[in-house]
């Protein structure tokens, strides 16, 4: 991050110093979920357990999947597009028509490693056609004769139920997905994933008893999910820029210097509290040569109470 000057930030308050209600108007829960219950009906019900008007998820997992899955709170719903985006990582247990040996095994799983060509399978929401996705890592982790366990580290949209199958055309013996789990999802690994009871029983203790930590422990600031490119601006500007207008270079006080033309990036208050999603117009090696709109806004993230507190300028600045 370049610093451009260093001014008293007195607008918000840090993510991790928000009170219960306040994260559980603003967060992520990053409940574990079963195989069954599909994922919209295991956000409906942390919203009703958690007796607040919004909830959303990102990154859909098949009901009878397992694993990670990022419950978003209240206004966090509105980076759901920007979780999605995340690198996702899965276990997976996989039946072949036939054993096959160790080097054959070792040889078609090679072929699904880097850049690869999938078409969505039918039961997807999206379209049907054939698309190039990355898988960063596939590791054999169990050779059981037919049934094969593997980790696969892969761009989000990668289908591994397709892969199964890719696999299983590659090989000539057939393959299909037996069993999955997802073990990392927005940057959250299992191991801090919750179940809904675990979830429920958190609740409970900071709602009957007063005994905050355990549900505080759990509900994830929006702004630590998120991973992008970061502006920061001052107080007297964030009532200008979260009302539509255009950035300058005089709202800056911080930038990050490998910020792109055409890239998404996140505005950000002084104490760190994600603002607003723009367009980056420029590139960043020339915001401070550059005297016109440095960034457009794409969506603002602060909820309205919030912006109402702060300062309002009295011009454009």
Request: charged share 30%; proline share 5%; glycine share 6%.
């Amino acid at each position: 991050m370049k610093v451009l000057r260093t001014p008293e930030y007195s607008f918000g308050i840090a993510p991790r110093e928000r009170s219960v209600k306040q994260l559980l108007a603003s967060a992520v829960v990053p409940v574990d979920k079963p195989p069954g219950p599909s994922s919209h009906e295991v956000s409906s019900i942390v919203r009703k357990m958690l007796s607040i008007p919004k909830t959303g998820h990102s990154g859909t997992l098949d009901p009878d999947v397992s694993g990670v899955l990022p419950v978003l709170l209240g206004s966090a719903c509105k980076v759901a597009k920007l979780l999605l985006s995340s690198k996702k990582e899965y276990v997976c247990v996989m039946r072949l028509g036939e054993a096959l040996s160790k080097e054959k095994l070792e040889e078609v799983l090679d072929a699904q490693r880097g850049e690869i060509y999938q078409t969505p399978p039918l039961a997807s929401a999206v379209k049907k056609a054939l698309r190039t996705r990355k898988v960063y890592e596939l590791e054999l982790l169990e050779d059981g004769g037919q049934f094969v366990l593997f980790r696969a580290r892969v761009q989000a949209g990668t289908y591994i139920r397709t892969m199964c199958r890719d696999i299983g055309l590659i090989s000539g013996v057939g393959a299909e997905m037996a069993e999955l789990r997802r073990t990392r999802a927005a940057g959250i690994m299992e191991s801090k994933a919750v179940t809904l009871q675990e979830l429920a029983d958190r609740y409970w203790l900071w709602n009957e008893h007063a005994n905050e930590a355990p549900l505080r422990e759990i509900l994830l600031p929006l702004e630590e999910c998120v991973h992008i490119k970061r502006i920061v601006i001052d107080d007297r500007s964030i009532h200008y820029i979260c009302t539509g207008c255009d950035g300058i270079i005089d709202n800056i006080t911080e930038y990050d210097e490998r910020i792109r033309a055409g890239e998404t990036v996140g505005v950000y208050s002084g104490k760190g509290e994600l603002l607003c999603i723009v367009h980056a117009r420029v590139e960043a090696s020339e915001f401070e040569s550059n005297d016109g709109p440095l960034f457009s806004v794409k969506r603002v993230v602060i909820d309205e109470k919030s912006l109402a507190t702060a300062a309002r300028p009295e011009k454009r600045l």
